[in-house]
């Protein structure tokens, strides 16, 4: 699937800087503020939100037909521009008892709020989540409740930069099906100007996160896992682990096709946006990442070593805190959003892929044959993903782990059993 990179858009868990409080606008008639007209009090709803940057218009419009489906429910929002900067709030809120009536966070942060009953058991409260997709709402499971909803989520795809296919004679409707097509593409865009790499011909990451997901990547398309099914044990230290980072290690070490640290700093200045990689694993983010790059971009399933295809998901939901003061109208809000309109309407602004199965195949997602693709790859992601409160003190490890073997300070099997043996502990107390 081919088009131009629209809009630029942050990844996952870049920085906007400030934190916006929004209850004046609410009480105007702004974001998210519902109407009185009479008849008996107004129920209040706090709500602590991250629909920001190029989330900012399609959550406006969600929070508008709320108001005029709810006139008696006011939401009022105060918005965050990173998941760090409200992870921070809420954990704040957590031990001083200020939290919100409602959120919304990646499903991973909610999974540690969620420890000792902290977040309500949606599953009761909401009619909708029963319209989640599977895998989404498996994500948003722990210990049999379903403590989060998504809004959407985002699925990993290779988005390769047609142009400079074009110019190496690579098709890309006929791109890498299994790591061999993979190493060779990645070869053949790869350009260096003596000891300076001009172009990365594969990008595979530009922090943990990024890494991390890479290595995930790759352990499953060697037919492995990072957690067992359970989410009760560490997976990865197995031949598919130690598959997984000798082919990372041999592109970046071997084929040089990039280099630790490529493309690590300003995001306007990201390798694939900016025309100094040839294809990269990303997310639908990626869509409208490139603006100024002005990127012609086609978006090809990731293979697995062998042949067939895996990918991986990350759902961005809203939970509601147990104690919350006004549980029903956050939970008329959540259900209001996983409405088939709300779903579609959502996804097509923002260009995120919607959490309920019938949204997801609409006409009106079908249409944008790019976020089409990411829709088609999130198939391909395991129905159970790495389900633990102990998932975001993972990233840091492995991927340290496996950027020791780029520097030459590792084995990939030393890499592998070595952060096996850090996180084990962890994971298996589920903290």
Not at 131 to 141: G, M, P, V
Not at 148 to 168: C, F, H, K, M, Q
Not at 316 to 321: K, S
Request: charged share 20%; net charge neutral.
């Amino acid at each position: 699937m081919t088009g131009l990179l629209p809009e630029g858009r942050m990844s996952r868990r870049s920085f906007v800087g400030s934190t916006i409080a929004l209850g004046a606008a609410a009480a105007s008639g702004g974001l998210l503020a519902g109407c009185s007209s009479g008849g008996g009090p107004v129920r209040e709803v706090s709500f602590w939100s991250q629909l920001a940057g190029s989330k900012r218009e399609a959550g406006e419009a969600l929070g508008e037909a709320f108001a005029a489906a709810h006139p008696r429910v006011r939401v009022r929002e105060s918005l965050y521009g990173s998941p760090d900067q409200l992870n921070q709030k809420l954990l704040t809120g957590i031990i001083g008892g200020t939290l919100p009536d409602l959120f919304i966070q990646h499903w991973d942060y909610s999974l540690i709020y969620a420890s000792g009953d902290r977040l309500a058991d949606l599953s009761g409260l909401v009619p909708n989540a029963s319209r989640l997709t599977d895998r989404f709402a498996n994500y948003s499971r722990l210990g049999g409740k379903l403590v989060s909803a998504p809004l959407y989520g985002t699925s990993r795809a290779l988005t390769i930069n047609v142009d400079i296919a074009a110019e190496a004679g690579l098709d890309v409707d006929r791109p890498p099906t299994d790591w061999d097509e993979l190493r060779g593409w990645a070869k053949e865009l790869t350009r260096w100007d003596g000891d300076k790499l001009l172009r990365a011909g594969l990008h595979l990451y530009a922090n943990d996160l990024e890494l991390y997901e890479a290595f995930t990547l790759f352990v499953q398309g060697a037919g492995g896992r990072v957690l067992t099914e359970d989410g009760t044990d560490v997976a990865f230290d197995s031949d598919a682990g130690v598959a997984a980072v000798e082919f990372m290690a041999q592109l970046v070490i071997k084929d040089r096709v990039t280099v630790p640290g490529f493309g690590i700093g300003d995001s306007s200045s990201a390798p694939f946006p900016s025309g100094r990689a040839g294809f990269a694993i990303n997310g639908n983010y990626g869509l409208t990442s490139a603006k100024k790059g002005k990127i012609n971009v086609a978006v090809a399933l990731m293979p697995c070593r062998d042949g067939g295809y895996t990918s991986m998901i990350d759902p961005f939901a809203f939970a509601i805190p147990a104690k919350a003061a006004s549980r029903q109208g956050a939970a008329r809000f959540i259900d209001f959003a996983l409405s088939e309109e709300q779903q579609i309407r959502f996804a097509a602004v923002s260009r995120n892929i919607p959490a309920t199965a019938t949204a997801a195949a609409s006409p009106a997602i079908k249409k944008d044959k790019l976020l089409a693709r990411f829709v088609e790859a999130a198939d391909h992601a395991p129905e159970h993903g790495p389900v633990t409160p102990a998932e975001t003190r993972m990233i840091p490890v492995i991927a340290r782990s496996v950027a020791d073997v780029f520097y030459r300070r590792s084995t990939p099997a030393t890499a592998v059993r070595s952060a096996a043996a850090k996180i084990r502990p962890f994971v298996q107390v589920r903290s």
